[in-house]
């Protein structure tokens, strides 16, 4: 089939939403809308569930529109791959653009060669990056970089739950939080915010080095500071650096 649109395929774009950030998830073919799929060529099997388009494929849904080279899809097993040049862009002013976009089983979404994820909210960039819809599961691999109003963070590895708000990076992870007063690094940092209302804390692992309002240096093996009080406590026999704040001489005839 040639310039023909295929309705009927629901892929959607769902969010997933941990404590830290967000990303968009196209491929997802449950969704209860029409989608409208069209390409330079198209080929579908009724027999066996295999769709295959190729040239501009755009698929359009409610507003989302998500577009690549390659399309390889099978309706019965929901696997199949978007592959070149990938770009969905949602209504609520979300975009993803990666190399290639997998899904496996209808649930499982994995962007590979780059993924670079903006959104009003948030920004994620990273080589590789796997979310289970049924889970709430991310996983990244390679230099991951996450911006949020509250800062910065960057690890080799990062892993995130939406349902518990839960955050890991590992690897060379340092965050820069201007929101906080706060800086630092460690081979692993924790992340939980189990309550909506709180800004949740943090727990540095590992050649820990946190940098609080600027001059006081808190560094140890385990560092752990509560992000609503600034508290922080430090395991291993810590070493804790006050630097005394400059009182500004009187102007000369005042």
Same mark, same amino acid.
């Given at each position: 089939?040639?310039?023909?649109?295929?309705?009927? /395929?629901?892929?959607?774009?769902? @969010?997933?939403?941990?404590?830290?950030?967000?990303?968009?998830?196209?491929?997802?073919?449950?969704?209860?809308?029409?989608?409208?799929?069209?390409?330079?060529?198209?080929?579908?099997? /009724?027999?066996?569930?295999?769709?295959?388009?190729?040239?501009?494929?755009?698929?359009?849904?409610?507003?989302?529109? &998500?577009?690549?080279?390659? &399309?390889? $899809?099978?309706? *019965?097993?929901?696997?199949?791959? &978007?592959?070149?040049?990938?770009?969905?862009?949602?209504? *609520?002013?979300?975009?993803?653009?990666?190399?290639?976009?997998? &899904?496996?089983?209808?649930?499982?979404?994995?962007?590979?060669?780059?993924?670079?994820?903006?959104?009003?909210?948030?920004?994620?960039?990273?080589? /590789?990056?796997?979310?289970?819809?049924?889970?709430?599961?991310?996983?990244?691999?390679?230099?991951?970089?996450?911006?949020?109003?509250?800062?910065?963070?960057?690890?080799?590895?990062?892993?995130?739950?939406?349902?518990?708000?839960? @955050?890991?990076?590992?690897?060379? =992870? *340092?965050?820069?939080?201007?929101?906080?007063?706060? @800086?630092?690094?460690?081979?692993?940092?924790?992340?939980?915010?189990?309550?909506?209302?709180?800004?949740?804390?943090? =727990?540095?692992?590992?050649?820990?080095?946190?940098? $609080?309002?600027?001059?006081?240096?808190?560094?140890?093996?385990?560092?752990?500071? *509560?992000?609503?009080?600034?508290?922080?406590?430090?395991?291993?026999?810590?070493?804790?650096?006050?630097?005394?704040?400059?009182?500004?001489?009187?102007?000369?005839?005042?």
């Amino acid at each position: 089939m040639k310039k023909r649109q295929l309705i009927g /395929w629901c892929l959607g774009f769902s @969010m997933v939403a941990s404590s830290y950030f967000a990303v968009a998830a196209p491929f997802e073919p449950s969704g209860s809308a029409a989608v409208e799929i069209s390409a330079d060529e198209m080929d579908y099997n /009724w027999k066996t569930g295999n769709v295959s388009a190729s040239g501009n494929v755009v698929a359009l849904q409610k507003g989302d529109r &998500l577009q690549g080279d390659r &399309l390889e $899809y099978n309706m *019965d097993t929901q696997s199949g791959a &978007l592959i070149g040049n990938v770009v969905a862009n949602r209504v *609520d002013g979300s975009t993803l653009v990666t190399s290639r976009l997998d &899904l496996s089983g209808g649930s499982i979404y994995t962007g590979s060669g780059g993924v670079n994820y903006t959104s009003p909210a948030n920004s994620v960039q990273a080589p /590789w990056l796997q979310y289970d819809s049924s889970s709430g599961y991310i996983r990244t691999e390679g230099r991951t970089t996450i911006r949020r109003a509250e800062g910065t963070m960057k690890a080799d590895q990062i892993e995130a739950w939406e349902k518990s708000g839960q @955050m890991i990076g590992r690897g060379n =992870v *340092d965050f820069n939080s201007p929101a906080h007063s706060a @800086m630092g690094r460690a081979n692993r940092v924790d992340y939980t915010k189990n309550n909506p209302n709180s800004q949740g804390h943090i =727990v540095l692992t590992g050649n820990a080095h946190l940098v $609080y309002q600027g001059d006081n240096m808190l560094t140890g093996p385990k560092i752990t500071m *509560d992000l609503d009080t600034g508290y922080a406590q430090a395991e291993g026999r810590p070493t804790l650096v006050i630097t005394p704040q400059q009182k500004k001489e009187p102007e000369a005839g005042k």
